[in-house]
């Protein structure tokens, strides 16, 4: 006699372990909260408050970088961007190329990447020199002894 | 209809319009577009974020070198870049958010095409704050 299967039963069992997709996709939801507030107050501290770009130059950047507020913000701002703006390119690498040598070259170069700009971008924040020896004065910030 | 009276078959009068593929998913419908748009402008802020996380590591090298590179965000051309940029990521954002609403909150889910134009309102309203101060500082001082 043959038996006949419940209605929808998955024709393979259910991977067991943790589920990587969802984790991403959950990932996706809860970064893009936070970044809504971590790029609308980049953009609005950098762009629009006094001379807005205008004002921008290393004494800007040093200013900022005196405060571990702001080192933490660009921080968080920096691995939260730049994780989830992989993560969505790794969506549309999945959607345009077939699994295959490019697929896994065009991943690999993404995660290079990824890793790269984290290590370059956390260690610019953390081992900032805002009084570089022998720059010109009128370029460092007002609280170097040069200046 | 006289043709048919004779007896010789007729196109349909109205043809293609009606039965075009999959009218009734997605395509070519709110949901399209903002799909397209969010994928296009996500893309668009990743390449400026790698571009911009070398530029901003330049000052370990060199207040110089720094200030050269930033110098160029400062031009006018630039500054219509910079607009382009915000816009990208504003709509990113909001849509962003409104994709976040649609898929935990059923009220969203029913009204996703509604919010699709609260997007779009709450998209100009901010652009209309911050072009005309971005733009005054880029071309004047
Ligand atoms: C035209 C618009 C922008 C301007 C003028 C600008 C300017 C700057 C400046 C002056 C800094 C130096 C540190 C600071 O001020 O906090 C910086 C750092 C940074 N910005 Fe932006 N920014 C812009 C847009 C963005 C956007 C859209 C993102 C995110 C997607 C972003 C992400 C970052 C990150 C992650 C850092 C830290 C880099 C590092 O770790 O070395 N910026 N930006
Ligand atoms: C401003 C706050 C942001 C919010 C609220 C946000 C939200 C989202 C959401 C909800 C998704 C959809 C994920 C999915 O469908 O599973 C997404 C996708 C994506 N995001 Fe963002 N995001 C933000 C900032 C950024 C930034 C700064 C970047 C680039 C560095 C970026 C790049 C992308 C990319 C490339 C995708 C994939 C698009 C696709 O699959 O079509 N996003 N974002």
Redesign the interface.
């Known amino acids: 006699m043959t038996t006949i299967e419940a209605p929808r039963s998955p024709s393979r069992p259910a991977r067991r372990g943790v589920n990587l997709e969802k984790w991403g996709w959950i990932y996706m939801r809860v970064s893009g909260v936070l970044l809504v507030v971590l790029i609308f107050g980049h953009l609005f501290v950098n762009l629009l408050v006094g001379e807005g770009v205008k004002a921008i130059d290393f004494g800007f950047v040093a200013g900022k970088w005196a405060s571990p507020f702001w080192q933490w913000y660009d921080f968080f701002l920096l691995w939260f961007a730049l994780i989830h703006g992989a993560n969505g390119m790794r969506t549309l690498v999945n959607d345009y190329t077939n699994p295959g040598k490019v697929q896994t070259t065009l991943k690999v170069a993404l995660g290079a990447a990824v890793v790269v700009l984290l290590t370059l971008g956390t260690l610019v924040i953390f081992t900032f020199d805002a009084c570089p020896a022998g720059s010109p004065a009128e370029l460092l910030p007002s609280f170097c002894p040069a200046a | 209809m006289s043709e048919s009276a004779t007896g010789t078959l007729t196109a349909p009068e109205q043809p293609a319009k009606r039965s075009r593929p999959g009218g009734t998913l997605y395509r070519g419908n709110e949901g399209m577009w903002s799909w397209v748009l969010h ?1 296009i402008t ?2 668009a ?2 390449f400026f ?2 571009v911009h ?2 530029d ?2 330049l ?2 090298v ?3 070198a ?2 050269v590179v ?1 110098g160029a ?2 031009t006018p051309i630039m ?1 219509l870049g ?1 607009v382009a940029l ?1 816009g990208a ?1 504003v709509f990113h ?1 909001y849509n ?2 409104r ?2 609403l649609v ?1 935990f909150w059923s009220w969203a889910t029913r009204h996703q095409r509604l919010l699709f134009y609260i997007v779009i309102a709450l998209w100009v309203i901010t652009m209309l704050g ?1 072009t005309p ?2 733009l005054i ?2 071309f004047s ?1």
């Open positions: 994928r996500g893309v802020i990743f974020l790698l996380i070398l901003t590591a000052v370990r060199s207040p110089e720094y200030n930033i965000y400062q500054g910079e915000v990521i954002a962003g958010l994709i976040i898929d911050f101060r971005h500082n880029v001082h």
